[in-house]
């Protein structure tokens, strides 16, 4: 059974910093590409940044510059870094993972979300 789970989410003042981090467990041959997304209320869930096994990353436009995703392979977990978070940045995030089962096989996974909240 393959679990994402996520950790770090909280209230934070307009202009402050959060980081997410987001483990995988369970048995699986490797973990190909890492994202965040987060879904406000009453929007669709959105891409905020996702990484490959190699490092790449890519990043929505409304938060480059500002959020950095990182990931590290051994631990098998991912990273967002969030920095000068605005009120608009407030949703639940989530992490995503494209595993290779034993098998061979890819599947997606869903972690079960963190709360950001972003406000004076």
């Known amino acids: 059974q393959v679990q994402l789970v996520e950790s770090g989410g909280g209230l934070v003042q307009p202009g402050g910093s959060l980081r997410l981090s987001c483990a995988a467990s369970?048995?699986?041959?490797?973990?190909?590409?890492m994202g965040w997304y987060r879904q406000a209320p009453g929007k669709q869930r959105e891409l905020v940044a996702d990484?490959?096994?190699?490092?790449?990353?890519n990043y929505a436009e409304s938060v480059k510059g500002r959020f950095t995703i990182s990931r590290d392979n051994v631990k098998k977990s991912v990273f967002l870094q969030m920095n000068s978070l605005k009120p608009e940045d407030t949703a639940v995030y989530y992490c995503?993972?494209?595993?290779?089962?034993?098998?061979?096989?890819?599947?997606?996974?869903w972690g079960q979300g963190t709360q950001v909240t972003v406000s004076s």
């Open positions: 369970g048995r699986f041959s490797s973990i190909n590409v």
């Open positions: 990484i490959t096994r190699g490092g790449q990353t």
């Open positions: 995503k993972a494209t595993i290779t089962a034993v098998t061979g096989l890819m599947f997606t996974y």
